[in-house]
Nanobody, 129 residues
Framework: QVQLVESGGELVQAGGSLRLSCAASGRTFSNYNMGWFRQAPGKEREFVAAISWRGRNTYYADPVKGRFIISRDNAKNTVYLQMNSLKPEDTAVYYC??????????????????????WGQGTQVTVSS
């Protein structure tokens, strides 16, 4: 089991920045690829960004590419999501998720919600116009 706790979500004006953090505990953090997903009211949970276990490969959804940066610190068991140039359409609950390396087959797996076994409770990000 991996326990994930997100933090950093808050109300921010359009054009502003936020950094989300996700602290992991319970298992060896570097044995997991990590991802961020988000869910807006009335919509399905969608992929935002992901990072491979050593941090060498990153993946982004098109709507956030060039604005968001995912990173990880394996020594601190933490993954981050730096969000810049925020837009009202970025408003959502943001979830951190962990994907065991044992289930990983290819880079496309990091974009698939079903490939993640462990999830945090989420943190609310609200962007006002």
């Amino acid at each position: 089991q991996v326990q994930l706790v997100e933090s950093g979500g808050e109300l921010v004006q359009a054009g502003g920045s936020l950094r989300l953090s996700c602290a992991a505990s319970g298992r060896t953090f570097s044995n997991y690829n990590m991802g961020w997903f988000r869910q807006a009211p009335g919509k399905e949970r969608e992929f935002v960004a992901a990072i491979s276990w050593r941090g060498r490969n990153t993946y982004y959804a098109d709507p956030v590419k060039g604005r968001f940066i995912i990173s990880r610190d394996n020594a601190k068991n933490t993954v981050y999501l730096q969000m810049n140039s925020l837009k009202p359409e970025d408003t959502a609950v943001y979830y951190c998720a962990a994907q065991p390396l044992s289930t990983y087959n290819s880079g496309s797996d990091l974009r698939e919600r079903s490939k993640y076994d462990f999830w945090g409770q989420g943190t609310q990000v609200t962007v006002s116009s």
